[in-house]
């Protein structure tokens, strides 16, 4: 079993909907959050960085963190077809080998 | 900002060859840096951390004298892969950070697609 889970999708969405993406994750020691965007042969872009369960809000983004059931979550809002691009979930433990674990990404088109 | 660049951004060599990847930091002092490895379709999976000035530590599985890394000052990092097999095709990407501990924000420079015949 993965120690980071997310759907690699794809997943496609009309343009103006609001886009869910989730990982979850099993080891309690992961406690810092991030959602990376990678556009196709790009690098990945941080997006967003949590450490606290509840919500973190930026602009049209809004990062989701619960740790009692191991679950994050990103929701776009308003999505725009700029916003197709693959996004990848990572999380830091901070027991034991401490260094960035990515989930496999999630694929998102956005139809115009 | 924090920019991170990549050279060359894709490269193709014969089997055998030795293939050198630059990681810059432009705007910032990196004192860690990261490369990362990426197949089609797959996340990305650490190979090594280095600080400057000091021997890369490599994950579990990575081999050491197949994937050389430099750090040689705050803002360049390489990495060789050396005598390429096809199987070590894939998506380079480095990473930088300022501080020294995993909680700093990496940021990722844009990739380099190695292509080994």
């Known amino acids: 079993q993965k120690e980071v889970e997310q759907d690699p999708g794809p997943l496609s969405v009309p343009e103006g909907a609001i886009v869910s993406l989730n990982c979850t994750y099993s080891?309690?020691?992961?406690?810092?959050f991030m959602w990376y965007r990678q556009y196709s042969r790009k690098g990945p872009e941080l997006l967003m960085y949590t450490y606290s369960s509840g919500n973190k809000e930026d602009g049209r983004f809004t990062a989701q963190v619960d740790k009692s059931s191991k679950y994050i979550s990103l929701f776009i809002r308003d999505s725009q077809p700029s916003d197709s691009a693959t996004y990848l979930c990572a999380m830091i433990r901070i027991q034991g080998a401490q260094k960035l674990v990515f989930g496999q990404g999630t694929r998102l088109t956005i139809n115009p | 900002g924090a920019v991170v660049s990549q050279h060359p951004s894709r490269v193709i060599c014969k089997s055998g060859t030795s293939v050198k990847i630059e990681c810059r930091s432009l705007?910032?002092?990196?004192?860690?840096m990261f490369w990362y490895r990426q197949f089609p379709k797959q996340s990305l999976m650490l190979m090594a951390t280095s600080n400057e000035g000091s021997k890369a530590t490599y994950e579990q599985g990575v081999e050491k004298d197949k994937f050389l890394i430099n750090h040689a000052s705050l803002t360049l990092s390489t990495l060789t892969v050396t005598s390429a097999h096809p199987e070590d095709s894939s998506f380079y990407i480095c990473?930088?950070?300022?501080?020294?501990?995993?909680?700093?924000?990496?940021?990722f420079g844009p990739g380099t697609r190695l292509t080994v015949l």
């Open positions: 990473s930088a950070s300022r501080g020294t501990v995993y909680t700093d924000t990496q940021y």
């Open positions: 080891n309690s020691a992961f406690q810092y």
């Open positions: 705007d910032f002092q990196a004192t860690t």
